[in-house]
């Protein structure tokens, strides 16, 4: 049996942040916002892979209003994602993404992200395709207010 999962998350670009992307530090000047280390990308993929399981969302698992999740690696969520869809005999198939940023540029450190999100998932780096582009300078993406990610995420059994 396969599933198919979509995930959609967003972010504010602030200063005095570390910009977190697909699980690699990133060289900016700006970091984004939230109670975690705010991967909007990593977040993206878990809500496409628990969305494929019918298991809710990651605000559901990892919430903001926890102490446990306050500042925490989004890899782990991602790892911790991985083992809630293996409890339904679940394991990643694929997953296919793309980051929506103005700044900074995205495509550099793709290999890098491939890398660690297939490392933490177990899965092979052909199996993790990043995407990334630009709002035209439309919209909070293009006003460089923020980043956003889109993820699908194909799930066997």
Same mark, same amino acid.
């Given at each position: 049996?396969? !599933?198919?999962?979509? %995930?959609?998350?967003?972010? !504010?670009?602030?200063?005095? @942040? ?6 690699? *530090? ?13 991967? #909007? ?14 298991? @809710?969302?990651? %605000? ?9 999740? $306050? ?16 409890? *339904? ?24 992200? !491939? ?12 199996? #993790? ?7 035209? @300078? $439309?919209?909070?993406?293009? @006003? ?7 993820? #699908? ?5």
């Amino acid at each position: 049996m396969i !599933r198919v999962g979509m %995930g959609y998350d967003v972010h !504010r670009l602030v200063p005095d @942040r570390d910009l977190w992307l697909g699980g690699i *530090k990133i060289p900016h000047s700006l970091g984004l916002l939230g109670h975690s280390d705010a991967d #909007v990308l990593i977040h993206a993929v878990c809500d496409a892979l628990l969305g494929a399981a019918n298991m @809710r969302d990651i %605000g559901f698992h990892f919430p903001d209003t926890s102490e446990k999740t $306050l500042g925490m690696d989004s890899k782990i969520i991602l790892k911790q994602t991985v083992e809630l869809l293996a409890t *339904k005999g679940y394991h990643v198939g694929n997953i296919d993404a793309t980051v929506c940023a103005e700044r900074p540029k995205i495509n550099p450190h793709v290999p890098a992200m !491939r890398a660690c999100m297939a490392q933490v998932m177990g899965i092979d780096e052909d199996s #993790v395709s990043i995407k990334a582009t630009t709002t035209e @300078r $439309l919209g909070f993406t293009g @006003r460089e207010e923020g980043i956003s990610a889109y993820a #699908v995420a194909l799930i066997e059994k």
